[in-house]
């Protein structure tokens, strides 16, 4: 999980720092969904929106 975050956080940070486009930002965790549902226990399903918040907050935060 900790690597998951530190990934979200920074794709986020080099989306804005690259300006690309803001919506790469959901690419991550919806690989992470599909992951989810073939591979992982259902509980797994909350990490995406914690992976999608990180996501955003980095991509926020980036000057």
Same mark, same amino acid.
């Given at each position: 999980m #900790? #690597?998951?975050?530190l990934a979200? %956080? %920074?794709l986020g940070s080099l989306i804005k720092a690259n300006r690309v486009h803001?919506? /790469?930002l959901w690419l991550f965790p /919806?690989?992470?969904l599909l992951g989810v549902?073939?591979?992982l226990p259902n509980y797994a399903?909350?990490?995406t %929106? %914690?992976? /999608?918040?990180t996501s955003y907050i980095a991509y926020? /935060?980036?000057s």
């Open positions: #900790i #690597i998951n975050t979200a %956080i %920074i803001w919506v /790469l /919806l690989f992470f549902h073939f591979f399903y909350y990490f %929106i %914690i992976y /999608l918040s926020g /935060l980036t």
